[in-house]
């Protein structure tokens, strides 16, 4: 089942060689990219890649209730599988965005109240789907993260995190995030973000959770 509801609430970046439309990707994001109109109109492009996320939520978790919603200039894809009493929790499984010109001052206050559960083996962080800088806020874009990838501390963190800065330093940049699980939880196992740069789609994929 799926529906849309809208939520109400309030230098260039250097080259980096970033993996593109890869083997071990969840979906063919180039196929998604070459189908639109040339030039690819972003909003377009945001709508495809939801309802292509979506299907592969679906394939991979089976029933759900998939919400589409906008908070904030954010646009979001959200398991709301309590209301079907599904095993899973709900959860986040994807967001898109463009930057915007202005960004309006962390919540500083609401982040350290958001619940997370600690857990010394695997330091975690209040992660950001959509980066702040690129519009993100709270609520569905708040995720359990690995601290190293959130604080670019890793190798890959600071891939995460190149991502991440080339799309805020650009006003009107695409930017989205896709959270992969591996079980019921919404603690999500990888995480792929992507970019839309020179008329292509680059997209990354990054672990998040060391599964045992």
């Known amino acids: 089942m799926r529906s849309f509801c809208v939520a109400a609430t309030a230098s260039p970046a250097a080259v980096h060689d970033y993996r593109v439309l890869g083997e071990g990707l969840s979906v063919d994001y180039e196929a998604i990219a070459s189908a639109l109109s040339d030039p690819v109109d972003l909003e377009d492009l945001g709508a495809a890649l939801l309802e292509a996320l979506g299907d592969y939520y679906e394939r991979v978790h089976g029933d759900s209730t998939l919400l589409f919603f906008k908070q ?21 499984i994807a967001a898109w965005a463009l930057t ?5 001052n962390r919540d500083v206050g609401y982040q350290r109240g958001f619940p997370l559960v600690s857990d010394e083996a695997a330091p975690m962080d209040r992660g950001h789907l959509i980066p702040h800088l690129s519009g993100g806020e709270f609520g569905p874009n708040i995720f359990r993260q690995d601290r ?3 604080r670019g501390w890793s190798e890959d963190g600071k891939r995460y995190r190149a ?38 789609l680059v997209v990354e994929r990054f672990v998040n959770r060391t599964l045992s």
């Open 72 to 92: 904030s200039g954010a646009t979001y894809l959200f398991d709301n599988a309590s209301s079907i009493d599904a095993p899973n929790d709900d959860r986040t």
């Open 100 to 104: 915007p010109t202005r960004v309006a």
């Open 148 to 150: 190293s990838l959130n």
């Open 163 to 200: 991502m991440e800065r080339g799309a805020a330093e650009r006003p009107g940049s695409f930017y989205f995030g896709h959270l992969l699980y591996s079980d019921d939880s919404d603690w999500p196992s990888e995480i792929e973000t992507g970019v839309f740069r020179d008329g292509r």
